[in-house]
C-alpha cells in the first residue's frame, strides 16, 4: 500500500509540468482569441458607424442637391397671354376645315358667272350628247357662252356679284378680327414681357441669398393618393420593430426576405387591407375625376366668354390705332398739300447724298437679281453694301455728290438773284 502511494506520487509529480504547460497554452490561445474577438467587434462597430455616415453624407446631399436644384431652376409664374392660345385655336380650328373638304361649315371662293351657266348647261349637254368627250363640250359650252347676249348673262352675273359679296363680307370680317387680334397680342406680349422681368430680377436676387427657401408644389395636392400594396402594408407594420440599429436599406431587406417566406394564408389580411385601399381609391378617383371634368368644362365656358371680350376689346384697339392712323396720314397729307402749295416750282431741289446716290443703282440690281423681294430686305441689304463698301469705293459717290452739291449752290445763287426781280 505505501508502495502504491509513493508509485501514484512520483506519476503525478512527472505530469503535473506537462498539464501545466497544456493550461498555459490553452489559457494563451483563449485570451489570444478574445483579443481577437474584441478587435473584430471593435471593426465591425467602425465598419457601422462609417456606413451611417455614408447614409448621413448621402441624406445630405441629397438635401443640398434638392435646394440648389429649387434655386437654380426658374420657374415664371407669369401667364401667357390667352390671346395667343385663342389665335392658335382658331388657326387649328380653320386647317381642320380646309382638310375636312367635305364640311358644310366650308367658305368656298363664289363661282364665276360663267361657271354658273356651265353648270346648269353641262347635264343637258351630257343628255343630248352622252357620247361627247369633255373637250368637245368645254369648247362647245364655251362658244355658247360668247354668243348670249347681256340680258341672258344677267342672272349668273348677278349671282356671282351676291356670292361674292356675301363672301367678301365674311372673309373680311374674319381678316379684321385677325389682324384686331394680333394687335391685341403685341400689346399683351409687352406686359407679358415686362412682368417676366419683373419675376426674373426678383428671382435673381432670392437665387443670390441661399437662405431663402423657394417651394413649390408642382403636384395636385386634392388628387387621391396611389393605394398601397399588400408587401407595403406589412413592410410598414414591421419598420417599428425592425428599425433599432438599422438602416432603411436593411429593414426593406429583412422586410422582403420575410414576406417571401410567407404563406399564402399569412398574406391574406394585408392583401384584404390593400384590396379594400384599392377600392377607396377607385371611388375617391372618381370624385376627383368628375370635379376635374367639371372645372375643365367650367373653365372652357369661361375661356369662350374671355375670348369674346378679347375680340371685342382687339376690335377697339384696332379701331383706335385706325383713327389714329387716319389722323396722321390726314396731317401729313395737309403738310405736304401746304408745303406743295407753298413750294415754288422753279427752285433747285437739293441734291441727293453719297449713300442715296448708291442707294438708287443697288436698289435696281437687287430688284433685277431678287425679284419679289420685300421692299424693306431690299433696304437692309442696301444698308450691308453700303458698309461693306472700302472708302474707295465710297469715294466715287461721295464725288458725285459733291459735283452736285456744286452745281446745285451754282443754280440757288441765279435763282435767288432772279427772284427778288420776279417779284417787281
Not at 81 to 104: A, F, G, R, T
Not at 260 to 268: C, N
Not at 341 to 347: L, Q, S, Y
Amino acid at each position: 500500500m505505501p508502495n502504491q502511494r509513493k508509485k501514484l506520487k512520483t506519476t503525478t509529480e512527472t505530469s503535473s509540468p506537462a498539464f501545466t504547460d497544456e493550461l498555459e497554452k490553452l489559457q494563451a490561445q483563449l485570451q489570444q482569441l478574445q483579443i481577437e474577438k474584441s478587435k473584430t467587434d471593435e471593426m465591425l462597430k467602425e465598419k457601422d458607424e462609417i456606413l451611417k455616415k455614408k447614409e448621413e453624407q448621402q441624406e445630405k446631399l441629397q438635401a443640398e442637391l434638392k435646394k440648389l436644384q429649387r434655386v437654380k431652376e426658374f420657374k415664371p409664374t407669369v401667364n401667357f397671354p390667352l390671346v395667343k392660345s385663342l389665335i392658335e385655336k382658331e388657326q387649328e380650328e380653320k386647317d381642320k376645315k380646309k382638310k375636312n373638304k367635305s364640311s358644310k361649315s366650308t367658305l368656298k371662293k363664289p363661282c364665276p358667272a360663267y361657271a354658273l351657266w356651265l353648270k346648269d348647261q353641262w347635264t343637258e349637254m351630257k343628255k343630248e350628247n352622252p357620247e361627247a368627250e369633255f373637250k368637245e363640250i368645254s369648247n362647245t359650252l364655251g362658244a355658247k357662252w360668247k354668243g348670249l347676249s347681256g340680258e341672258e348673262k344677267k342672272p349668273y352675273e348677278e349671282k356671282y356679284q351676291q356670292d361674292k359679296e356675301a363672301y367678301l363680307q365674311v372673309v373680311g370680317k374674319e381678316k379684321r378680327e385677325t389682324e384686331a387680334m394680333k394687335l391685341l397680342e403685341e400689346e399683351h406680349m409687352q406686359k407679358t414681357a415686362m412682368e417676366l422681368l419683373e419675376q426674373y430680377l426678383k428671382f435673381k436676387q432670392e437665387a443670390d441669398d441661399l437662405g431663402k427657401k423657394k417651394s413649390r408644389k408642382e403636384k395636385d395636392p386634392l388628387k387621391p393618393k396611389q393605394p398601397m400594396s399588400a408587401f407595403i402594408i406589412f413592410s410598414n407594420e414591421r419598420r417599428s420593430t425592425l428599425a433599432e440599429n438599422r438602416s432603411v436599406v436593411e429593414v426593406a431587406k429583412i422586410a422582403g426576405e420575410e414576406w417571401k417566406g410567407m404563406s399564402d394564408k399569412q398574406k391574406t389580411p394585408y392583401e384584404e387591407i390593400a384590396r379594400k385601399h384599392k377600392e377607396d381609391y377607385k371611388q375617391q378617383m372618381e370624385v376627383y375625376n368628375q370635379k376635374k371634368l367639371e372645372e375643365t368644362t367650367a373653365l372652357e365656358k369661361e375661356e369662350e366668354e374671355q375670348k369674346k371680350v378679347l375680340k371685342q376689346e382687339a376690335l377697339q384697339l384696332l379701331k383706335k390705332k385706325e383713327k389714329t392712323e387716319n389722323i396722321i396720314k390726314k396731317t401729313k397729307e395737309n403738310q405736304k398739300k401746304q408745303k406743295d402749295e407753298n413750294a415754288d416750282p422753279n427752285k433747285p431741289k437739293k441734291p441727293a447724298s453719297s449713300f442715296i446716290l448708291f442707294s438708287k443703282e443697288a436698289r435696281k440690281q437687287l430688284q433685277e437679281e431678287r425679284p419679289g423681294t420685300a421692299n424693306s430686305t431690299v433696304n437692309a441689304l442696301i444698308s450691308v453694301k453700303w458698309k461693306e463698301l472700302s472708302e474707295e469705293e465710297k469715294q466715287k459717290w461721295t464725288e458725285k455728290a459733291a459735283k452736285d452739291m456744286v452745281e446745285y449752290k451754282k443754280e440757288m445763287e441765279e435763282y435767288n438773284k432772279s427772284k427778288p426781280s420776279s417779284s417787281n
